[in-house]
């Protein structure tokens, strides 16, 4: 059976992004490298539920498009397009993973007032 995320929801969302590539001020390459990426997150994100995919798709999509620029000025990446996919495909992955290693993290020193060997 079809997943709820089927061909007839991702192409009006694919037609939206195509559509604000074309407004004047915005990185076309930028925007839709970023929606592959976060796309592609999503899609292999089976585990989470509709709604968590979305809102990563909406974050990734965002957060790819803000750091094409500057990976392009820090590595040698020079199109925009292939810097937003892999910050936007690697980056929500990353900060998860970042998120879920801090909730094992032991950090009652802080609040004693020093590290847990001093």
């Not at 990734?60 to 620029?69: F, K």
């Not at 879920?100 to 004693?112: N, V």
Request: charged share 10%; no cysteine.
């Amino acid at each position: 059976m079809a997943e709820p995320t089927s061909l007839s929801s991702a192409v009006p969302v694919a037609a939206g992004v195509g559509l604000a590539a074309l407004l004047p001020g915005i990185d076309g390459n930028a925007l839709i490298g970023a929606f592959a990426g976060a796309t592609l997150f999503v899609v292999s994100a089976k585990s989470l539920p509709l709604w968590q995919r979305a809102v990563y798709l909406v974050v990734s999509v965002v957060a790819g498009y803000l750091a094409a620029p500057d990976i392009v000025r820090s590595l040698p990446v020079f199109s925009t397009g292939v810097a937003a996919f892999v910050a936007s495909a690697v980056g929500i992955t990353v900060t998860l993973a970042l998120i879920e290693k801090s909730r094992s993290l032991d950090l009652g020193w802080l609040r004693r007032g020093g590290p847990p060997n001093a």
